[in-house]
Nanobody, 116 residues
């Protein structure tokens, strides 16, 4: 069973930066997309950013220009660089990997808290 291990969350002041990482415990073949979602208390999980196998990226409007998603195919790892963080970015962040085999895989989540 492949596990996705996230790291990099924490507490930061508004305007600060964090870099999240998500690594698969073993190779995942035929990856389609790698992405980051977040869920704030009392809200539904929402897509933050996604990168396709071809390298195309897409972002939620709320994070455009501040967040950057990237991937290392050789390491089956996806990153989320978050700059100019705002209190409304506070949430649990989850990585997701989809492939041609099996259902989407999710990480366990990492807490990001932005203080004002």
């Amino acid at each position: 069973q492949v596990q996705l291990v996230e790291s990099g969350g924490g507490l930061v002041q508004a305007g600060g930066s964090l870099r999240l990482s998500c690594a698969a415990s073993r190779v995942i073949f035929s990856i389609d997309t790698m992405g980051w979602f977040r869920q704030a208390p009392g809200k539904q999980r929402e897509l933050v950013a996604i990168v396709t196998s071809g390298g195309s990226t897409s972002y939620a409007d709320s994070v455009k220009g501040r967040f950057t998603i990237s991937r290392d195919n050789g390491k089956n790892t996806v990153y989320l660089q978050m700059n100019s963080l705002k209190p409304e970015d506070t949430a649990v962040y989850y990585c997701q990997i989809t492939s041609s085999y099996g259902p989407p895989r999710w990480g366990q989540g990492t807490q990001v808290t932005v203080s004002s």
